[in-house]
């Protein structure tokens, strides 16, 4: 199937064209049709499927076709809900590409900025309006906005939008819109307080889903690396040494985690950045911009920093901590692999992880095959719980001089260890 057997407009068709895009993805081939009879839909697809496409075209060829519109100020007729800046400015720029040929006005709003631009770009009227809840609901309430008139509303990334606490910020959003209007819910995963979230905003909808759910894109190469904690740095600098691997997304669980890796690799010699909540928008943008440009060759994110993250032939992620949320894992690896095209997905495994590596495998519904011949091999797994046990009572002398740095011993945490058999075995 083409995008010319979709029946989409000329406008649209020039556009794609332009983008150099004739296939339509599963997910897009299934649901334009289903969005250009005014069906609501319920989505069900991983990152990386090409879904805001399948989106974005039918809602602008729909309001492209508004013969109701009435002449005077552009009033909001369609929002986009999704849970960070970054996917934000994404399907943005989706839209701006795809309605190019259109007459629609655009804007994207998101809060940690100035709202003086967006402000002013309300005032002189747009078509969609592509927002992340909490600076919504802050011009809502200063009465900058006004949902009166939506026509198509699309709640993005469903699953992530829970997972940041921003479940009673989009019931007040949904609140405020119209009865009458065409809803769209996108979701990678669909674990039971989704679903029930979806039943509030739909009516009879139909249910596109193109791939199991919470499952990883067979273009994915996976594989996991059993290594001690102190070691993965360095891991992860031979595994850089391949100089076939122009850009990799990096992925820690905390912030200061991900400041850390970036310095330790552009200490190495190998540009870095570090993307997070903490980092100004501007510094976001940035470290996304550098990356994309290939300036920086290695971006290291946290979880919530990267969702949105729309990288063309990005090859590698590397999830340098497993996360404990196994559902992060599809999101992280869904980096790479996109729309068809092969990636590679590594994964570093230390001793306290390994309960998080078989609920992955669990979820995904597949063993990660194991690369065992490394400098870094993970020692006895035993070994941080035995050591554990083994501390002396608390206020004891022993317990305090083992906090007690020496200075007389000499670091040798940077040397490759001894290889023994290893546990996983």
Not at 7 to 23: C, D, R, V
Not at 306 to 335: C, F, K, M, Q
Request: charged letters at 25%; a positive charge.
């Amino acid at each position: 199937m083409l995008f010319e057997n979709l029946n989409l407009i000329e406008p649209i068709l020039k556009a794609l064209k332009t983008e150099g895009y004739t296939t339509p993805t599963p997910i897009q081939a299934q649901a334009i049709p289903l969005l250009l009879n005014r069906r609501d839909v319920l989505g069900c697809a991983q990152t990386g499927t090409g879904k805001t496409a399948a989106f974005a075209i039918p809602i602008i060829q729909l309001l492209t076709q508004d013969k109701n519109l009435k002449p005077g100020k552009r009033l909001i007729r369609s929002l986009i809900l999704t849970p960070t800046r970054e996917l934000a400015i994404q399907i943005g720029e989706s839209f701006e590409s795809y309605g190019r040929n259109t007459n629609l006005k655009y804007k994207v709003i998101f809060g940690g900025v100035n709202q003086h631009s967006q402000v002013e770009s309300l005032r002189s009227g747009i078509d969609v309006l592509i927002a992340t809840p909490g600076r919504l609901l802050d011009l809502m309430n200063q009465r900058h906005v006004h949902l009166n008139d939506i026509q198509f509303f699309v709640l993005d990334e469903a699953d992530r939008m829970l997972d940041m606490g921003f479940v009673n910020d989009v019931k007040k959003v949904i609140a405020k819109l119209p009865a009458k209007r065409q809803s769209l819910f996108f979701s990678a995963t669909m674990p039971p307080v989704i679903v029930q979230l979806a039943d509030t905003i739909l009516v009879n909808p139909a249910k596109v889903e193109v791939t199991p759910v919470s499952s990883t894109a067979n273009t994915i190469n996976q594989v996991v690396y059993f290594v001690d904690k102190d070691n993965k740095r360095h891991l992860l600098m031979d595994v850089l040494k391949d100089k076939s691997i122009e850009r990799a997304l990096v992925f820690t669980r905390t912030k200061h985690g991900a400041d850390r890796v970036a310095k330790d690799l552009t200490k190495a010699g190998i540009h870095s950045q570090a993307i997070h909540g903490n980092k100004s928008q501007n510094a976001r943008q940035a470290a996304l911009t550098n990356f994309k440009a290939k300036v920086t060759r290695v971006l290291v994110a946290t979880d919530i920093a990267a969702r949105g993250i729309d990288i063309d032939e990005l090859t590698h992620v590397v999830n340098y901590e497993l996360p404990n949320v196994p559902e992060s894992y599809v999101h992280r690896i869904g980096r790479t692999g996109r729309a068809g095209a092969s990636g590679i997905a590594i994964a570093f495994c230390d001793a306290e992880e390994k309960e998080y590596l078989k609920d992955i495998q669990k979820l995904i519904g597949k063993d990660i095959p194991v690369i065992a011949d490394h400098d870094y091999p993970l020692m006895n797994h035993n070994v941080v719980k035995a050591v554990k046990q083994a501390r002396p009572p608390r206020g004891s002398a022993e317990r305090t001089a083992s906090r007690r740095p020496d200075k007389t011993a000499k670091n040798t945490s940077s040397a490759p260890k001894e290889k023994k058999k290893q546990w996983y075995k």
